[in-house]
């Protein structure tokens, strides 16, 4: 527990009693826990996500309890259901955010019980990978309507384009340099704290250009500089 110690102990909660909590209410189901801490973003406003995984969902609600002023957001999970996205990231297949984000905390939580399966079931590289190739089509899909809307002219609609398409190659560099990103809200301040300074300033210059002048160079400037960040 020590992963989430500093949530656990600005809520006057010990772990000990956290696990005894948990397991009593939920005797017969797998239990992860997950908190902002786990990935390095603790605040006075954490709280902890604790999934539970069963094979009687529907005697079951999700709910927010709380011990003290710690805040639990329990989300009920179907096992079949979450081995079925389990067996999606092994075969390579396309899969919405919402799922990556799922595996990705179930992935790197604190396990109670391993009833339906362990962290071993699934790797880090496998999910890192799937969600590396989630951003990367965004990207190219995002990629082509840009240069179509630019063919038609539609320049405003693509300056709106162009900075979510910045905002994507910021999160595959990330993704690419073991910062895995699964919530999008997160991505410009963890670039900004991750990328080194010549790229920040690279990036700066071009956004600047691009909002003064807007002509077809530095379009492309930006797209070249985009496709780079895809592969540093």
């Known amino acids: 527990m020590n992963k989430i110690k500093n949530t656990l102990q600005r809520n006057n909660v010990s772990a000990s009693y956290l696990i005894e909590y948990l397991l009593e209410k939920f005797p017969e189901d797998q239990i992860i826990i997950f908190g902002s801490e786990i990935e390095g973003r603790n605040s006075k406003y954490s709280d902890l996500d604790v999934y539970v995984i069963t094979n009687d969902s529907e005697k079951k609600l999700n709910q927010n309890l709380k011990l003290n002023t710690l805040i639990l957001d329990i989300e009920i999970l179907k096992a079949e259901q979450v081995l079925l996205l389990i067996k999606k990231v092994k075969e390579y297949k396309n899969m919405r955010l919402d799922n990556l984000k ?10 109670l019980s391993e009833q ?18 989630y951003w ?3 990207f190219i899909s995002l990629s082509d309507d840009i240069l179509k809307a630019h063919m038609q002219g ?21 993704c690419n340099n073991h910062k895995v990103i699964v919530k999008e809200k ?28 807007n002509s077809d160079i530095i379009t492309n400037m930006v797209l070249k500089f985009c496709n780079k960040l895809r592969y540093i």
């Open 102 to 111: 799922l595996l990705y905390r179930l992935r790197e939580g604190i396990y």
């Open 116 to 133: 339906f399966f362990g962290r071993a079931t699934f790797s880090k590289l496998e999910i890192d990978e799937a969600i590396k190739f």
């Open 136 to 138: 990367n089509q965004k």
């Open 154 to 174: 539609k320049f405003e609609e693509n300056t709106l384009q162009i900075f979510k398409l910045i905002e994507i190659a910021e999160c595959i560099y990330l």
């Open 186 to 213: 997160w991505i410009h301040d963890d670039f900004i704290n991750y990328a080194p300074l010549s790229i920040l300033k690279e990036e700066k210059d071009l956004l600047r250009k691009f909002i003064t002048e």
